[in-house]
Protein backbone atom coordinates (compact mmCIF):
# COMPACT_ATOMS: atom_id res chain seq x y z
CA UNK A 1 0.00 0.00 0.00
CA UNK A 2 1.58 3.69 -0.60
CA UNK A 3 1.12 6.01 2.10
CA UNK A 4 0.69 9.75 1.01
CA UNK A 5 -0.53 12.77 2.70
CA UNK A 6 -3.00 15.06 1.18
CA UNK A 7 -4.67 18.30 1.80
CA UNK A 8 -6.74 19.10 -0.86
CA UNK A 9 -10.19 20.13 -0.40
CA UNK A 10 -11.99 17.33 0.88
CA UNK A 11 -14.63 17.87 -1.59
CA UNK A 12 -12.59 16.89 -4.59
CA UNK A 13 -11.31 13.96 -2.94
CA UNK A 14 -11.33 10.92 -5.61
CA UNK A 15 -10.76 8.24 -3.29
CA UNK A 16 -12.97 5.01 -3.29
CA UNK A 17 -13.72 5.90 0.55
CA UNK A 18 -13.37 8.76 2.88
CA UNK A 19 -12.99 9.03 6.71
CA UNK A 20 -14.04 11.69 8.16
CA UNK A 21 -14.32 12.04 11.99
CA UNK A 22 -16.83 13.56 14.39
CA UNK A 23 -17.02 13.87 17.88
CA UNK A 24 -19.80 13.08 20.30
CA UNK A 25 -22.24 16.19 20.76
CA UNK A 26 -20.84 17.88 17.55
CA UNK A 27 -23.64 19.67 16.24
CA UNK A 28 -22.14 19.82 12.14
CA UNK A 29 -18.92 19.05 10.67
CA UNK A 30 -17.33 21.07 8.53
CA UNK A 31 -15.97 18.01 6.23
CA UNK A 32 -19.33 17.27 5.84
CA UNK A 33 -20.84 20.84 5.04
CA UNK A 34 -17.93 20.82 2.45
CA UNK A 35 -19.38 17.79 0.72
CA UNK A 36 -22.77 19.23 -0.16
CA UNK A 37 -26.33 18.48 0.21
CA UNK A 38 -26.49 14.97 -0.79
CA UNK A 39 -24.04 13.93 2.13
CA UNK A 40 -25.08 16.56 4.46
CA UNK A 41 -29.10 15.56 4.33
CA UNK A 42 -28.31 12.11 4.93
CA UNK A 43 -25.61 12.65 8.13
CA UNK A 44 -28.47 14.92 9.66
CA UNK A 45 -31.04 12.46 8.94
CA UNK A 46 -28.79 9.30 10.94
CA UNK A 47 -28.21 12.21 13.55
CA UNK A 48 -31.47 12.83 14.54
CA UNK A 49 -32.54 9.34 14.20
CA UNK A 50 -29.79 8.69 16.62
CA UNK A 51 -28.51 6.02 14.21
CA UNK A 52 -25.20 7.97 14.93
CA UNK A 53 -24.11 9.54 17.67
CA UNK A 54 -20.54 9.88 17.37
CA UNK A 55 -19.77 7.26 20.14
CA UNK A 56 -16.06 6.34 19.84
CA UNK A 57 -15.70 3.86 17.51
CA UNK A 58 -18.66 4.20 15.60
CA UNK A 59 -18.70 4.22 12.22
CA UNK A 60 -21.66 5.41 9.79
CA UNK A 61 -21.52 4.92 5.71
CA UNK A 62 -23.32 7.59 3.62
CA UNK A 63 -23.09 7.04 0.27
CA UNK A 64 -22.65 9.76 -2.78
CA UNK A 65 -24.37 9.75 -6.14
CA UNK A 66 -20.57 8.60 -7.71
CA UNK A 67 -20.17 5.63 -6.01
CA UNK A 68 -17.69 6.99 -2.94
CA UNK A 69 -18.40 5.87 0.02
CA UNK A 70 -18.32 8.56 3.20
CA UNK A 71 -17.38 6.95 6.73
CA UNK A 72 -18.28 9.11 9.37
CA UNK A 73 -16.04 7.69 12.55
CA UNK A 74 -17.12 8.31 15.88
CA UNK A 75 -14.27 9.31 18.46
CA UNK A 76 -16.44 9.78 20.98
CA UNK A 77 -16.23 13.73 23.07
CA UNK A 78 -13.70 15.58 21.96
CA UNK A 79 -11.86 16.25 25.74
CA UNK A 80 -12.25 12.60 26.61
CA UNK A 81 -10.05 11.15 23.43
CA UNK A 82 -6.70 9.91 24.49
CA UNK A 83 -4.36 8.64 22.18
CA UNK A 84 -4.83 4.75 22.78
CA UNK A 85 -8.61 5.30 21.57
CA UNK A 86 -7.52 7.40 18.38
CA UNK A 87 -5.13 4.66 17.76
CA UNK A 88 -7.41 1.81 18.22
CA UNK A 89 -10.18 3.48 16.28
CA UNK A 90 -7.77 4.54 13.32
CA UNK A 91 -6.99 0.96 13.58
CA UNK A 92 -10.43 -0.96 13.43
CA UNK A 93 -11.94 1.52 10.77
CA UNK A 94 -9.03 0.96 8.18
CA UNK A 95 -8.83 -3.11 8.79
CA UNK A 96 -12.82 -2.39 7.97
CA UNK A 97 -11.84 -0.37 4.88
CA UNK A 98 -9.48 -3.04 4.32
CA UNK A 99 -11.54 -5.80 4.05
CA UNK A 100 -14.10 -4.13 1.90
CA UNK A 101 -14.01 -3.10 -2.18
CA UNK A 102 -12.42 0.22 -1.37
CA UNK A 103 -8.82 0.45 -3.06
CA UNK A 104 -8.36 4.20 -2.15
CA UNK A 105 -8.93 5.46 1.37
CA UNK A 106 -8.86 8.52 2.25
CA UNK A 107 -8.92 9.82 6.27
CA UNK A 108 -10.11 13.46 7.52
CA UNK A 109 -9.49 13.53 11.39
CA UNK A 110 -8.74 17.11 11.96
CA UNK A 111 -5.43 16.11 14.08
CA UNK A 112 -4.41 19.42 14.94
CA UNK A 113 -7.82 20.13 17.14
CA UNK A 114 -7.69 17.13 19.83
CA UNK A 115 -7.98 18.33 23.00
CA UNK A 116 -5.17 15.94 24.67
CA UNK A 117 -2.90 14.32 21.60
CA UNK A 118 -0.13 17.19 20.25
CA UNK A 119 -1.49 17.14 16.47
CA UNK A 120 2.12 16.06 15.74
CA UNK A 121 2.08 12.65 17.84
CA UNK A 122 -1.79 12.63 16.51
CA UNK A 123 -0.20 12.35 12.53
CA UNK A 124 2.02 9.68 13.78
CA UNK A 125 -0.83 7.34 15.49
CA UNK A 126 -3.28 7.69 12.67
CA UNK A 127 -0.76 7.08 9.90
CA UNK A 128 0.95 4.48 11.76
CA UNK A 129 -2.45 2.69 13.05
CA UNK A 130 -3.61 3.03 9.34
CA UNK A 131 -0.11 0.97 7.90
CA UNK A 132 -0.44 -1.39 10.61
CA UNK A 133 -4.26 -2.25 10.04
CA UNK A 134 -3.75 -2.54 6.18
CA UNK A 135 -0.99 -5.65 6.67
CA UNK A 136 -2.15 -8.45 5.76
CA UNK A 137 0.83 -11.73 5.60
CA UNK A 138 0.53 -13.21 2.79
CA UNK A 139 4.87 -14.28 1.92
CA UNK A 140 3.67 -17.61 2.14
CA UNK A 141 0.62 -18.01 0.96
CA UNK A 142 0.47 -19.87 -2.89
CA UNK A 143 -3.21 -18.31 -2.94
CA UNK A 144 -3.69 -15.04 -2.15
CA UNK A 145 -7.15 -14.55 -1.99
CA UNK A 146 -7.96 -11.51 -0.64
CA UNK A 147 -5.78 -9.79 -2.74
CA UNK A 148 -7.90 -8.22 -5.09
CA UNK A 149 -9.13 -6.41 -2.03
CA UNK A 150 -6.40 -4.84 -0.70
CA UNK A 151 -5.99 -1.21 -0.26
CA UNK A 152 -3.91 0.20 -2.73
CA UNK A 153 -3.70 3.66 -1.93
CA UNK A 154 -4.32 5.68 1.71
CA UNK A 155 -4.10 9.35 1.89
CA UNK A 156 -3.94 10.95 5.40
CA UNK A 157 -5.12 14.85 5.88
CA UNK A 158 -2.63 16.73 7.22
CA UNK A 159 -1.59 20.01 7.34
CA UNK A 160 1.76 22.23 6.47
CA UNK A 161 2.76 21.59 10.47
CA UNK A 162 2.49 18.24 9.95
CA UNK A 163 4.13 16.65 7.23
CA UNK A 164 7.13 16.40 9.02
CA UNK A 165 5.21 13.92 11.27
CA UNK A 166 3.69 12.24 8.70
CA UNK A 167 6.80 11.84 6.81
CA UNK A 168 8.69 10.23 9.98
CA UNK A 169 5.50 8.10 10.16
CA UNK A 170 5.48 6.77 7.38
CA UNK A 171 9.34 6.16 7.67
CA UNK A 172 8.48 3.75 10.51
CA UNK A 173 5.98 2.20 8.88
CA UNK A 174 8.58 0.77 6.73
CA UNK A 175 10.70 -0.08 9.24
CA UNK A 176 7.50 -1.56 10.96
CA UNK A 177 6.48 -3.68 7.90
CA UNK A 178 9.59 -4.74 6.90
CA UNK A 179 9.92 -6.02 11.13
CA UNK A 180 6.76 -8.21 10.57
CA UNK A 181 7.57 -9.59 7.21
CA UNK A 182 10.47 -11.03 9.16
CA UNK A 183 9.08 -12.06 12.47
CA UNK A 184 6.20 -13.83 10.83
CA UNK A 185 8.12 -15.41 7.72
CA UNK A 186 8.53 -19.06 9.20
CA UNK A 187 11.75 -20.39 10.55
CA UNK A 188 12.82 -22.96 7.90
CA UNK A 189 13.01 -19.85 5.52
CA UNK A 190 13.95 -17.00 7.99
CA UNK A 191 17.37 -18.91 8.71
CA UNK A 192 20.38 -16.52 9.60
CA UNK A 193 21.55 -16.73 6.15
CA UNK A 194 18.23 -15.39 4.53
CA UNK A 195 18.45 -12.45 7.14
CA UNK A 196 21.91 -11.53 6.23
CA UNK A 197 20.59 -11.59 2.64
CA UNK A 198 17.89 -9.39 3.66
CA UNK A 199 20.17 -7.08 5.45
CA UNK A 200 22.38 -7.06 2.18
CA UNK A 201 19.45 -6.40 -0.05
CA UNK A 202 18.58 -2.98 1.90
CA UNK A 203 22.39 -2.12 2.33
CA UNK A 204 22.69 -2.17 -1.62
CA UNK A 205 19.71 0.08 -1.96
CA UNK A 206 21.34 2.99 -0.35
CA UNK A 207 25.15 4.67 -1.38
CA UNK A 208 25.53 5.85 2.59
CA UNK A 209 24.92 2.33 3.60
CA UNK A 210 27.57 -0.90 4.32
CA UNK A 211 27.26 -4.12 4.94
CA UNK A 212 29.95 -6.82 6.82
CA UNK A 213 28.68 -10.36 7.42
CA UNK A 214 30.88 -12.56 9.77
CA UNK A 215 30.31 -16.39 9.19
CA UNK A 216 30.81 -18.79 11.84
CA UNK A 217 34.59 -19.72 11.26
CA UNK A 218 35.67 -15.69 11.20
CA UNK A 219 33.44 -15.84 14.72
CA UNK A 220 35.27 -18.89 15.94
CA UNK A 221 39.04 -16.83 15.07
CA UNK A 222 37.87 -13.97 16.40
CA UNK A 223 36.57 -15.72 19.76
CA UNK A 224 32.85 -15.13 20.27
CA UNK A 225 32.67 -18.48 22.41
CA UNK A 226 29.52 -17.43 23.67
CA UNK A 227 27.55 -16.93 20.19
CA UNK A 228 29.46 -19.45 18.95
CA UNK A 229 28.08 -21.92 21.41
CA UNK A 230 24.12 -21.37 21.13
CA UNK A 231 24.56 -22.32 17.00
CA UNK A 232 26.99 -25.29 17.43
CA UNK A 233 23.52 -27.85 17.52
CA UNK A 234 22.19 -26.27 14.15
CA UNK A 235 22.91 -27.19 11.01
CA UNK A 236 22.27 -23.48 9.89
CA UNK A 237 25.40 -22.09 10.45
CA UNK A 238 25.74 -18.48 12.66
CA UNK A 239 26.06 -15.44 11.08
CA UNK A 240 26.94 -11.84 12.54
CA UNK A 241 25.34 -9.33 9.95
CA UNK A 242 26.57 -5.52 10.56
CA UNK A 243 24.91 -2.84 8.91
CA UNK A 244 26.45 0.13 8.48
CA UNK A 245 24.43 4.33 7.61
CA UNK A 246 26.99 6.97 7.39
CA UNK A 247 24.51 9.89 7.74
CA UNK A 248 26.89 11.87 9.31
CA UNK A 249 30.28 13.15 9.33
CA UNK A 250 32.91 10.29 9.73
CA UNK A 251 34.18 11.23 13.37
CA UNK A 252 30.76 11.18 14.46
CA UNK A 253 30.42 8.44 16.87
CA UNK A 254 27.87 6.28 15.82
CA UNK A 255 24.62 4.89 17.24
CA UNK A 256 24.85 1.16 18.26
CA UNK A 257 21.88 -1.48 17.67
CA UNK A 258 22.10 -5.12 18.42
CA UNK A 259 19.20 -7.11 18.11
CA UNK A 260 18.42 -10.83 19.25
CA UNK A 261 18.38 -12.91 16.13
CA UNK A 262 17.47 -16.43 17.21
CA UNK A 263 15.59 -17.49 14.23
CA UNK A 264 13.97 -20.51 16.26
CA UNK A 265 14.41 -21.12 19.54
CA UNK A 266 13.96 -24.76 20.76
CA UNK A 267 15.19 -24.04 23.74
CA UNK A 268 18.33 -26.33 23.38
CA UNK A 269 19.23 -29.70 25.15
CA UNK A 270 17.20 -27.94 27.95
CA UNK A 271 14.14 -28.59 25.27
CA UNK A 272 11.30 -26.37 25.63
CA UNK A 273 7.29 -27.92 26.15
CA UNK A 274 5.41 -28.65 22.60
CA UNK A 275 3.02 -26.31 22.99
CA UNK A 276 3.02 -23.34 20.96
CA UNK A 277 7.05 -23.80 20.40
CA UNK A 278 6.27 -22.57 17.06
CA UNK A 279 6.25 -19.03 18.51
CA UNK A 280 9.80 -19.06 18.80
CA UNK A 281 10.34 -18.15 15.05
CA UNK A 282 9.84 -14.83 16.78
CA UNK A 283 12.76 -15.29 18.57
CA UNK A 284 14.55 -12.70 16.23
CA UNK A 285 12.33 -9.77 16.86
CA UNK A 286 14.97 -8.22 18.08
CA UNK A 287 16.58 -8.17 15.25
CA UNK A 288 14.21 -7.54 13.29
CA UNK A 289 13.58 -4.16 15.48
CA UNK A 290 17.06 -2.68 14.76
CA UNK A 291 16.33 -3.68 10.98
CA UNK A 292 13.56 -2.55 10.96
CA UNK A 293 15.00 0.61 12.82
CA UNK A 294 17.45 0.93 10.28
CA UNK A 295 15.31 1.07 7.10
CA UNK A 296 13.07 4.10 8.70
CA UNK A 297 16.29 5.79 9.69
CA UNK A 298 17.68 5.52 6.00
CA UNK A 299 14.63 6.14 4.69
CA UNK A 300 14.56 9.33 6.21
CA UNK A 301 18.28 10.05 5.88
CA UNK A 302 19.27 11.12 9.10
CA UNK A 303 22.30 12.92 10.08
CA UNK A 304 23.18 10.73 12.26
CA UNK A 305 25.95 7.40 11.98
CA UNK A 306 24.63 4.22 12.50
CA UNK A 307 25.90 0.65 13.34
CA UNK A 308 23.51 -2.13 13.41
CA UNK A 309 24.46 -5.57 14.90
CA UNK A 310 22.62 -8.70 14.48
CA UNK A 311 23.33 -12.22 15.50
CA UNK A 312 21.47 -14.29 13.80
CA UNK A 313 21.68 -18.25 15.24
CA UNK A 314 19.20 -21.01 15.56
CA UNK A 315 18.69 -22.67 19.08
CA UNK A 316 18.75 -26.29 18.15
CA UNK A 317 19.26 -29.78 20.43
CA UNK A 318 21.51 -32.16 18.85
CA UNK A 319 24.40 -34.14 19.21
CA UNK A 320 26.92 -30.79 18.66
CA UNK A 321 24.87 -28.67 20.88
CA UNK A 322 26.03 -27.10 24.08
CA UNK A 323 24.93 -29.00 27.08
CA UNK A 324 23.48 -27.42 30.95
CA UNK A 325 27.30 -27.81 32.95
CA UNK A 326 29.11 -26.05 30.32
CA UNK A 327 31.58 -23.61 31.01
CA UNK A 328 31.97 -21.34 28.25
CA UNK A 329 34.42 -18.73 27.31
CA UNK A 330 32.94 -15.93 25.93
CA UNK A 331 34.41 -13.25 23.14
CA UNK A 332 35.02 -10.81 26.26
CA UNK A 333 36.81 -13.52 28.15
CA UNK A 334 34.75 -13.74 30.59
CA UNK A 335 33.37 -17.57 31.39
CA UNK A 336 29.91 -18.74 31.45
CA UNK A 337 28.58 -21.70 33.42
CA UNK A 338 25.47 -22.74 30.94
CA UNK A 339 23.12 -23.92 33.37
CA UNK A 340 19.97 -23.95 30.98
CA UNK A 341 20.64 -23.52 27.47
CA UNK A 342 17.55 -22.39 27.03
CA UNK A 343 18.65 -19.05 28.26
CA UNK A 344 20.63 -18.46 25.11
CA UNK A 345 19.82 -14.75 24.31
CA UNK A 346 22.24 -13.31 26.50
CA UNK A 347 24.54 -15.63 25.22
CA UNK A 348 24.41 -14.37 21.88
CA UNK A 349 23.93 -10.92 22.29
CA UNK A 350 27.25 -10.70 25.03
CA UNK A 351 29.66 -11.54 22.18
CA UNK A 352 27.56 -9.31 20.49
CA UNK A 353 28.03 -6.67 22.79
CA UNK A 354 31.60 -6.82 23.07
CA UNK A 355 32.36 -6.51 19.77
CA UNK A 356 30.15 -3.73 19.28
CA UNK A 357 32.38 -1.55 21.63
CA UNK A 358 35.24 -1.92 19.56
CA UNK A 359 33.51 0.27 17.14
CA UNK A 360 33.53 3.18 19.91
CA UNK A 361 29.26 4.03 19.81
CA UNK A 362 28.34 6.72 21.64
CA UNK A 363 25.42 4.52 22.84
CA UNK A 364 24.01 1.13 22.66
CA UNK A 365 20.72 0.18 22.92
CA UNK A 366 20.20 -3.89 22.36
CA UNK A 367 16.68 -5.20 21.62
CA UNK A 368 15.58 -8.77 22.66
CA UNK A 369 12.55 -11.20 23.06
CA UNK A 370 14.38 -12.26 26.17
CA UNK A 371 12.65 -13.42 28.71
CA UNK A 372 9.08 -14.81 29.87
CA UNK A 373 9.59 -13.19 32.90
CA UNK A 374 8.84 -9.99 30.94
CA UNK A 375 5.94 -10.90 29.27
CA UNK A 376 4.50 -11.67 33.18
CA UNK A 377 5.65 -8.31 34.33
CA UNK A 378 4.53 -5.81 31.69
CA UNK A 379 2.54 -7.96 29.22
CA UNK A 380 1.97 -6.69 25.86
CA UNK A 381 1.70 -3.32 26.67
CA UNK A 382 5.16 -2.01 27.24
CA UNK A 383 8.87 -3.31 26.29
CA UNK A 384 11.04 -3.36 29.43
CA UNK A 385 14.13 -1.27 29.89
CA UNK A 386 16.75 -1.65 31.57
CA UNK A 387 19.92 0.85 32.16
CA UNK A 388 22.10 2.64 34.19
CA UNK A 389 23.17 5.11 32.36
CA UNK A 390 21.71 8.65 33.25
CA UNK A 391 18.81 10.08 31.25
CA UNK A 392 18.70 7.13 28.58
CA UNK A 393 15.04 5.64 30.11
CA UNK A 394 13.99 9.25 30.07
CA UNK A 395 15.14 9.63 26.21
CA UNK A 396 13.29 6.24 25.44
CA UNK A 397 10.46 6.50 27.56
CA UNK A 398 9.54 10.12 25.57
CA UNK A 399 10.02 8.61 22.39
CA UNK A 400 8.10 5.70 23.26
CA UNK A 401 5.61 8.21 24.23
CA UNK A 402 5.49 10.24 20.79
CA UNK A 403 5.33 6.89 18.67
CA UNK A 404 2.92 5.39 21.27
CA UNK A 405 5.19 2.61 21.57
CA UNK A 406 5.73 2.99 25.15
CA UNK A 407 8.43 1.22 27.26
CA UNK A 408 8.39 0.92 31.49
CA UNK A 409 11.73 1.04 33.31
CA UNK A 410 12.40 -2.60 35.39
CA UNK A 411 15.95 -1.41 37.96
CA UNK A 412 19.23 -2.95 37.57
CA UNK A 413 20.31 -2.78 40.67
CA UNK A 414 23.71 -4.23 41.93
CA UNK A 415 21.13 -6.86 44.51
CA UNK A 416 20.37 -8.62 41.61
CA UNK A 417 23.74 -9.20 40.41
CA UNK A 418 24.38 -12.35 42.99
CA UNK A 419 21.75 -14.06 41.79
CA UNK A 420 24.41 -14.95 38.97
CA UNK A 421 27.78 -15.67 40.47
CA UNK A 422 28.57 -19.30 40.44
CA UNK A 423 31.85 -21.42 41.70
CA UNK A 424 32.45 -22.63 38.42
CA UNK A 425 32.76 -20.10 36.05
CA UNK A 426 32.66 -16.01 36.12
CA UNK A 427 28.59 -16.29 35.98
CA UNK A 428 26.23 -18.21 35.29
CA UNK A 429 23.43 -17.92 32.52
CA UNK A 430 20.31 -17.84 34.82
CA UNK A 431 19.56 -16.33 37.95
CA UNK A 432 16.65 -18.41 39.29
CA UNK A 433 12.67 -17.50 39.41
CA UNK A 434 12.96 -14.10 41.00
CA UNK A 435 13.06 -11.26 38.45
CA UNK A 436 13.94 -13.32 35.77
CA UNK A 437 13.97 -10.48 33.20
CA UNK A 438 16.09 -8.05 35.41
CA UNK A 439 18.87 -10.84 36.27
CA UNK A 440 19.20 -10.91 32.33
CA UNK A 441 19.68 -7.40 32.40
CA UNK A 442 22.52 -7.75 35.21
CA UNK A 443 24.26 -10.60 32.97
CA UNK A 444 24.04 -8.59 29.46
CA UNK A 445 25.75 -5.12 32.19
CA UNK A 446 28.42 -7.56 32.62
CA UNK A 447 29.71 -7.25 28.97
CA UNK A 448 28.73 -3.07 28.61
CA UNK A 449 31.09 -1.82 31.50
CA UNK A 450 31.92 2.03 30.87
CA UNK A 451 28.89 1.78 28.16
CA UNK A 452 26.55 4.23 27.40
CA UNK A 453 23.66 1.63 27.71
CA UNK A 454 20.20 0.57 27.63
CA UNK A 455 18.78 -3.10 27.21
CA UNK A 456 15.05 -3.55 26.36
CA UNK A 457 13.39 -6.94 26.38
CA UNK A 458 10.83 -7.03 23.55
CA UNK A 459 9.18 -10.21 24.62
CA UNK A 460 5.73 -9.03 25.31
CA UNK A 461 5.34 -6.51 22.98
CA UNK A 462 7.41 -7.87 19.75
CA UNK A 463 4.17 -10.27 19.24
CA UNK A 464 0.24 -10.87 20.44
CA UNK A 465 -1.02 -13.44 19.18
CA UNK A 466 -0.46 -16.32 16.69
CA UNK A 467 -3.92 -14.65 14.84
CA UNK A 468 -1.86 -11.18 14.51
CA UNK A 469 1.50 -12.00 14.47
CA UNK A 470 4.28 -10.32 14.56
CA UNK A 471 3.75 -6.12 15.53
CA UNK A 472 7.04 -4.28 14.39
CA UNK A 473 7.02 -2.99 17.97
CA UNK A 474 9.40 -1.49 18.83
CA UNK A 475 10.03 -0.23 15.60
CA UNK A 476 8.38 3.19 15.71
CA UNK A 477 9.28 3.71 19.58
CA UNK A 478 13.63 3.46 18.18
CA UNK A 479 12.78 5.06 15.12
CA UNK A 480 11.71 8.15 17.36
CA UNK A 481 14.26 8.00 19.51
CA UNK A 482 16.87 7.97 16.54
CA UNK A 483 14.80 11.02 15.18
CA UNK A 484 15.14 13.03 18.59
CA UNK A 485 19.05 11.83 18.69
CA UNK A 486 20.03 13.68 15.38
CA UNK A 487 18.31 16.35 16.75
CA UNK A 488 20.02 17.13 19.64
N1 LIG B 1 13.11 -16.59 23.75
C1 LIG B 1 12.91 -16.93 25.11
C2 LIG B 1 12.09 -15.89 25.86
C3 LIG B 1 10.63 -15.84 25.56
C4 LIG B 1 9.74 -16.73 26.12
C5 LIG B 1 10.15 -14.84 24.75
C6 LIG B 1 8.40 -16.64 25.86
C7 LIG B 1 8.81 -14.74 24.50
C8 LIG B 1 7.93 -15.62 25.04
C9 LIG B 1 14.25 -17.05 25.82
O1 LIG B 1 15.30 -17.51 25.06
C10 LIG B 1 14.05 -18.03 26.92
O2 LIG B 1 13.81 -19.16 26.64
N2 LIG B 1 14.16 -17.55 28.15
C11 LIG B 1 13.97 -18.37 29.28
C12 LIG B 1 15.03 -18.01 30.27
C13 LIG B 1 15.15 -18.94 31.42
C14 LIG B 1 15.68 -20.30 30.95
C15 LIG B 1 16.06 -18.36 32.45
C16 LIG B 1 12.58 -18.10 29.85
O3 LIG B 1 12.12 -16.97 29.82
O4 LIG B 1 11.96 -19.05 30.29
MN1 LIG C 1 15.40 -19.62 25.03
ZN1 LIG D 1 15.15 -17.17 23.06
Not at 142 to 161: M, P, T
Not at 198 to 208: F, G, L, P, R, V
Request: charged share 20%.
Amino acid sequence: MKIKSTQQAINTNQADQVIIGHFKGQKTNSWIEELGSEIKDQFIARIKNKDFTGQTGQAQNLYAAKGQVITVLGLGKADKLSATALYENTHKIIQAAAKSRSQTVAIYLALNEFDDIDPEQATKLVTLASAHAEYRYEDTKAYKKDNKHKLKELEVAVNDSQTAAFKQAKAMASGVSAARHLGNYPPNVCTPKYIASYATKIAEKNKKCEINVLNHKQMKKMGMGALLAVGQGSANKPKMVVLKYNGAAQDQAPIALVGKGITFDTGGISLKPGANMDEMKYDMCGAATVIGGFVAAVELGLPINLLTFVPAVENMPDGKAYRPGDVITSYSGKTIEVLNTDAEGRMILCDTLTYSQEFKPSVVLDFATLTGACVVALGHQASAVMTKTDGLYDDLKAAGLQSHDRVWELPLWDEYQKQIDTTFADMQNIGGFPAGTITAGCFLSRFTDGQKWAHVDIAGTAWNSKKDGATGRPVAMLTQYLINESQK
